[in-house]
C-alpha cells in the first residue's frame, strides 16, 4: 500500500503563485510514477501533469506547461507542484496520485490517491 497526502492548498488571488506538496508514504515509490489530477465541481478529474519517481523525467498537458511545474524529492519523498499566476479557472481540488504505469494520464491509471488539496484562485 502506498499512503499519499496532499498540502498546500488554499486561498489566493488571480496572479499569485502556490506550490502543493504530495508526500509519500507506506511501499517504496522509486519505481513509481506520481501525477497530479484536478477537479472544479460538476467537471471530470483533469490531468495536469506526471513525474517518475526514479528518472525525474516529466510530461504537463500542454495548457498547463507554461505555468506548472513539476519536481521530486526523493530524500523526502515528495513531489511537488509549483503553480504560477493562478487564475480563477484553476480553482478546483487538486490531488496526487501514483501507480507503476509510465505513461498514464488518466485517473483509471493511478492506483493511490490522496485526499485533495482545496485551491481557490479570487479575481
Known amino acids: 500500500q502506498v499512503q499519499l497526502v496532499e498540502s498546500g492548498g488554499g486561498l489566493v488571488q488571480a496572479g499569485d503563485s502556490l506550490r502543493l506538496s504530495c508526500a509519500a508514504s507506506?511501499?517504496?515509490?522509486?519505481?513509481?510514477?506520481v501525477a497530479w489530477f484536478r477537479q472544479a465541481p460538476g467537471t471530470e478529474r483533469e490531468f495536469v501533469a506526471r513525474?517518475?519517481?526514479?528518472?525525474?523525467?516529466?510530461y504537463y498537458t500542454d495548457s498547463f506547461k507554461e505555468r506548472f511545474i513539476i519536481s521530486r524529492d526523493n530524500a523526502k519523498n515528495t513531489v511537488y507542484l509549483q503553480m504560477n499566476s493562478l487564475k480563477p479557472e484553476d480553482t478546483a481540488v487538486y490531488y496526487c496520485?501514483?501507480?507503476?504505469?509510465?505513461?498514464?494520464?488518466?485517473?483509471?491509471?493511478?492506483?493511490?490517491w490522496g485526499q485533495g488539496t482545496q485551491v481557490t484562485v479570487s479575481s
Open positions: 507506506g511501499r517504496t515509490v522509486s519505481g513509481y510514477t
Open positions: 513525474i517518475s519517481w526514479s528518472s525525474g523525467n516529466t
Open positions: 496520485a501514483t501507480a507503476r504505469t509510465l505513461n498514464g494520464v488518466k485517473p483509471l491509471d493511478y492506483d493511490y
